[in-house]
């Protein structure tokens, strides 16, 4: 993308070219990065109506990354950002208002934003409202909208969120009650799909259940750090941060080497790496066809730096035929896996990227 172009757009009004200049500013994308001409970006884009500029805004002011962190300014972004039809932002109100943080506790208001979200197909608002259903909070007890509102997250939701659900019945947090027999349910659905931590949980359930000592969440954890899927991240982490320092200190062999460990281990950043050094030549002999397929591979393995990448080079028509489809394709699920300058690149050819991205992809970052 030429720097340049979004420059000149983000000053001549466009609210995606100053999203995704913020967004540059903010992680150092092909710019170095600049808290203060990110946030002054963000905002521009933000005044402009730009939804997904208030819901960064308000996680950056939730955290505290780049700002000191600001509960009122967080509340304000959080806001504007729901109202502007943001689900996470929506998701992100609703517990707000359920746990009381930073704004006065109110149920029918956690409801109304949980089940908003749930209408827009946000697995865990769904969970949400089903679960608000059952318990009457914030709306008549309604069993039957509990299990429609279930089956939709059922439908909809991963492992993931599963193994989320079904530790928080289990144990109890996140104002969840404990009730093992529904964290069994979560867990099974998880286990099915094949989730080895839902699997690990669901059998230490279905043992309690049976009359043995319940673990202790401590236990739990310590279980599931010594599960396969558990030490196989940990061994895939691990590389990639060698592979990252090897590299800022200079050592190509041995970050080459670590990002191939990594990448073979599924690491999708790491994939993208070795895509970087093949195309620059950085150890290795440049080498663009097994750089595109490394691109390629990254892209699918969720990498949104590969998508962006290959989104323009189809758009460009470098390395692969030009296919404004394809790219389109590539930028919207760079957009939703939060690379916000591929919001600019759609926006040069539809009037609304953020519903496109919103329509096109469940959940975005």
């Known amino acids: 993308m030429a720097k340049k172009k979004i420059f000149q757009d983000?000053?001549?009004g466009n609210p995606y070219a100053r999203l995704g200049l913020a967004y540059m500013y903010h992680h150092g994308k092909n710019i170095d990065p600049d808290p203060e001409q990110a946030i002054k970006w963000y905002v521009r884009s933000s005044e402009l109506g730009c939804s997904r500029a208030k819901w960064e805004l308000a996680k950056i002011f939730r955290d505290g990354t780049i700002v000191?962190?600001?509960?009122?300014?967080?509340?304000?972004?959080?806001r504007s950002a729901a109202d502007s039809g943001v689900p996470e932002a929506k998701v992100e109100l609703g517990f707000t208002y359920l746990q009381g943080a930073h704004i006065e506790r109110d149920e029918v208001l956690a409801f109304k934003w949980m089940h908003s979200a749930a209408g827009q197909g946000n697995p865990m608002a769904q969970f949400m409202t089903g679960y608000m259903y059952g318990r009457g909070i914030g709306v008549f007890q309604d069993i039957s909208e509990q299990e429609l509102w279930y089956a939709k997250t059922g439908l909809k939701g991963n492992g993931e969120l599963f193994y989320w659900i079904g530790r928080n019945f289990e144990y109890g947090l996140f104002n969840v009650g404990i009730d093992l027999f529904e964290a069994g349910r979560w867990y099974k659905m998880g286990a099915d799909m094949g989730h080895e931590k839902c699997t690990i949980c669901w059998q230490s359930v279905l043992s309690t259940?049976?009359?043995r000592r319940h673990d202790s969440l401590e236990e739990r954890e310590t279980k599931l750090m010594e599960s396969d899927?558990?030490?196989e991240k940990f061994e895939r982490e691990e590389a990639l941060a060698a592979a990252d320092h090897f590299l800022e200190t200079g050592d190509e062999e041995s970050a080459f080497i670590n990002y191939t460990i990594a990448a073979e281990l599924g690491n999708p950043v790491a994939m993208f790496a070795l895509a970087m050094m093949y195309h620059a030549g950085v150890?290795?002999?440049?080498?663009?066809?097994?750089?595109?397929?490394?691109?390629?591979k990254a892209s699918?393995?969720?990498?949104?730096?590969?998508?962006?990448a290959v989104g323009t080079m189809y758009e460009e028509g470098r390395g692969l035929k030009k296919e404004l489809?394809?790219?389109?394709?590539?930028?919207?699920?760079?957009a939703a896996n939060g690379y916000l300058a591929a919001y600019y690149r759609l926006s040069l050819y539809m009037d609304h990227p953020e519903i496109h991205v919103r329509n096109s992809v469940v959940a975005v970052r």
């Not at 489809?325 to 760079?334: H, L, R, V, W």
Request: proline content about 0%; cysteine-free.
């Open 10 to 12: 983000a000053e001549g």
């Open 68 to 78: 000191k962190k600001d509960h009122e300014m967080f509340i304000l972004y959080l």
């Open 209 to 211: 259940l049976g009359g």
């Open 229 to 231: 899927v558990e030490k």
């Open 283 to 296: 150890y290795v002999k440049r080498d663009d066809k097994i750089a595109l397929e490394l691109m390629k």
């Open 300 to 308: 699918v393995a969720g990498s949104e730096d590969a998508q962006f």
């Open 325 to 334: 489809d394809e790219a389109i394709k590539y930028y919207t699920m760079a």
